[in-house]
């Protein structure tokens, strides 16, 4: 059975750094694209970037050049690593599996809170 456990978030002044970690149980991790996902207050959750079982990743715009992710798989981890952290980036965060109808996906972790104010 998955289990996913997010942590590493905080309170970061803009302009600031962080970096989240993901782990992951299971033996489907190291075969499956993985994806960071937040939600902010008041919004729908949305998809921030995912990693490809090869290492690749991919952002979505609003973080492009800022956020970057990385995964080990003999540890079943997923990071991310967010810089020039803004206020809009404020949201809870999740790691899941990346597929195209992720919003169907039934279980997620707790999530870690990343709140970006002066």
């Known amino acids: 059975q998955i289990q996913l456990v997010e942590s590493g978030g905080g309170l970061v002044q803009p302009g600031g750094s962080l970096r989240l970690s993901c782990a992951a149980s299971?033996?489907?991790?190291?075969?499956?694209?993985m994806a960071w996902y937040r939600q902010a207050p008041g919004k729908q959750r949305e998809v921030v970037g995912f990693?490809?079982?090869?290492?690749?990743?991919h952002f979505v715009d609003s973080v492009k050049g800022r956020f970057t992710m990385s995964r080990d798989n003999t540890k079943n981890m997923v990071y991310l690593q967010m810089s020039s952290l803004r206020p809009e980036d404020t949201a809870v965060y999740y790691c899941?599996?990346?597929?195209?109808?992720?919003?169907?996906?039934?279980?997620w972790g707790q999530g870690t809170r990343v709140t970006v104010s002066a």
């Open positions: 990693i490809k079982r090869d290492g690749a990743s």
């Open positions: 299971g033996n489907l991790f190291s075969t499956s694209d």
């Open positions: 899941n599996f990346y597929v195209l109808q992720w919003k169907q996906i039934a279980y």
